[in-house]
């Protein structure tokens, strides 16, 4: 079974400028999650989906941050204009369907620098 | 904000001694999990225990629940080198019933050769 798939691995980016992330979960797979994780900490949860709904959003800096997930697939993270603060790491996870009860498989991530 | 917090930080072993974790929530749970993150790679999990029940292994793997002090540690007997990671629980202590996960800051562990 192919696992979370994530692209690209590593961006490099100058502050205002745009970046996206792509992921592509497992299949079958109806929840999907983005993370933030700075150096040292754990991973902080962006935006979870439910299919192609959004199910938690709260904590994503909707100003500069977007994530669809379109046709309950693929989907994709994009932040604009990106921040000092931005840099991270993003990790992409999928879950089966009870976020409570099954486990959730994650990507390698993206490492973002922001300079 | 973070609900988890791990103790220690950091943990630095020889090969084959046990390792102890622990991490303390705050709010009520429905399970705690532990995830296990080798340097520069993604996640992978490692056990859930739900919040009525006190003890769970898993190969070399213990990890106890104790509700009443809303704590939990992880137990890695016959420790290897290859065991070094950082070490993160998460809950799900989540008021919106969304199952959102919940990490601490992690726990570094270092198992010497």
């Known amino acids: 079974e192919a696992g979370v798939a994530q692209s690209p691995r590593y961006k490099i980016i100058e502050k205002r400028q745009s970046v996206a992330f792509w992921c592509n979960p497992i299949?079958?797979?109806?929840?999907l999650y983005w993370y933030q994780q700075i150096l040292g900490q754990g991973p902080k949860l962006l935006i979870q989906?439910?299919?192609?709904?959004?199910?938690?959003d709260s904590q994503l800096p909707k100003d500069r941050f977007s994530a669809e997930r379109l046709k309950g697939v693929d989907s994709t993270l994009k932040i604009q204009p990106a921040k000092l603060e931005d840099s991270a790491v993003y990790l992409c996870?999928?879950?089966?369907?009870?976020?409570?009860?099954?486990?959730?498989?994650f990507g390698p991530g993206t490492r973002l620098t922001v300079l | 904000s973070q609900q988890g917090e791990e103790d220690p930080q950091a943990l630095s072993i020889q090969e084959g001694e046990n390792a102890t974790m622990n991490c303390s929530y705050k709010t009520s749970i429905n399970n705690l999990q532990w995830y296990r993150q080798n340097s520069g790679r993604g996640l992978v999990h490692l056990i859930l225990?739900?919040?009525?029940?006190r003890e769970k292994h898993s190969g070399r793997l213990r990890v106890t629940l104790d509700t009443s002090k809303k704590s939990s540690s992880l137990l890695i007997t016959a420790s290897r080198a290859a065991d070094t990671a950082s070490y993160f629980c998460?809950?799900?202590?989540?008021?919106?019933?969304?199952?959102?996960?919940?990490f601490g800051q992690g726990t570094t562990l270092q198992v010497k050769p």
């Open positions: 225990i739900r919040s009525n029940e």
């Open positions: 996870a999928s879950s089966f369907r009870k976020p409570h009860t099954d486990t959730q498989y």
């Open positions: 989906f439910q299919n192609n709904g959004v199910v938690d």
């Open positions: 998460a809950t799900d202590g989540d008021e919106g019933n969304t199952g959102k996960l919940i």
């Open positions: 299949s079958g797979h109806a929840t």
